[in-house]
Antibody, heavy 115, light 107 residues
Framework: EVQLVQSGAEVKKPGESLKISCKGS????????IGWVRQMPGKGLEWMGI????????RYSPSFQGQVTMSVDKSISTAYLQWSSLKASDSAMYYC????????WGQGTLVTVSS | DIQMTQSPSSLSASVGDRVTITCRAS??????LDWYQQKPGKAPKRLVY???SLQSGVPSRFSGSGSGTEFTLTISSLQPEDFATYYC?????????FGPGTRVDIK
């Protein structure tokens, strides 16, 4: 069974750094892209970007380029999304999802940024 | 970037109604479009891929059609569990883009 299990909810202050994770199982992790999707409170889905675990090829949406960094650790089948300096406007639910066309989703990680 | 629009943005319908949601792309995307259902507090779930192929396990009352710039998702007979928000996603080019969503409420 394909599963994407994300790390737990985070509460951070503005300016802090953060790295959230997404562990894939039940399939060949290195042969499927992993994407990230943001959903701000009460809003729609926003595609942030995608990374290929096989070679770390990454494509960012222009809206998120330079704002976040995507990475993977193939040895533990885990993808990461990180921020170097959080803003209040980064408060949202973040989903990881499998595939260049999304077929499976993680359960989401809620990020709250508040002073 | 390819812009995706959906209509209507929301609708109210009764159990048993036929519901149609439209998604339009700002340029041709062949059939590179998927449909997702999201219920409150849950991750989205794919219903249709490649515009018209039903995801395994999805009830046959859901169907998708279209190609190029105009696509539709149809629910032939709305069931109580179908009240949710529906999104389209184009995967023809990067960046991928979602439609703004269509909320389906109980009338």
């Amino acid at each position: 069974e394909v599963q994407l299990v994300q790390s737990g909810a985070e509460v951070k202050k503005p300016g802090e750094s953060l790295k959230i994770s997404c562990k894939g199982s039940g399939y060949s992790f290195t042969t499927y892209w992993i994407g990230w999707v943001r959903q701000m409170p009460g809003k729609g889905l926003e595609w942030m970007g995608i990374i290929y675990p096989g070679d770390s090829d990454t494509r960012y949406s222009p809206s998120f380029q330079g704002q976040v960094t995507m990475s993977v650790d193939k040895s533990i089948s885990t993808a990461y999304l990180q921020w170097s300096s959080l803003k209040a406007s980064d408060s949202a639910m973040y989903y990881c999802a499998r595939g260049a066309t999304i077929d499976y989703w993680g359960q989401g990680t809620l990020v709250t940024v508040s002073s | 970037d390819i812009q995706m629009t959906q209509s209507p943005s929301s609708l109210s319908a009764s159990v048993g109604d036929r519901v149609t949601i439209t998604c339009r792309a700002s340029q041709g995307i062949r059939n590179d479009l998927d449909w997702y259902q999201q219920k409150p507090g849950k991750a989205p779930k794919r219903l249709v891929y490649e515009a018209s192929s039903l995801q395994s396990g999805v009830p046959s009352r859901f169907s998708g059609s279209g190609s190029g710039t105009e696509f539709t998702l149809t629910i032939s007979s709305l069931q109580p569990e179908d009240f949710a928000t529906y999104y389209c996603l184009q995967h023809n080019t990067y960046p991928r883009t979602f439609g703004p969503g269509t909320r389906v409420d109980i009338k």
